[in-house]
């Protein structure tokens, strides 16, 4: 699973040949605008995890 926080980030996604991507804003930027990461990421996350490793993961409560 690849998490590609930010437009930096982003610009690499052509070289990932293989597994699930996931992109957000930087954390940065929820920071600059005095906000809370989308739970909906958080969300497709677990689900992708879930799916692709059987495995569970629990998040701070704000984040269920």
Request: aromatic share 18%.
């Given at each position: 699973i690849w998490v590609l926080w930010g437009t930096s980030a982003?610009?690499?996604?052509n070289y990932?040949?293989?597994?699930n991507i996931i992109e957000e804003y930087h954390?940065?930027?929820y920071a600059r605008n005095n906000s809370k990461i989308n739970r909906t990421f958080f969300r497709k996350l677990k689900k992708t995890i879930k799916y692709q490793f059987d495995d569970d993961v629990e998040w701070f409560h704000e984040y269920r």
């Open positions: 982003k610009s690499f996604k990932i040949t293989s597994g954390p940065a930027y």
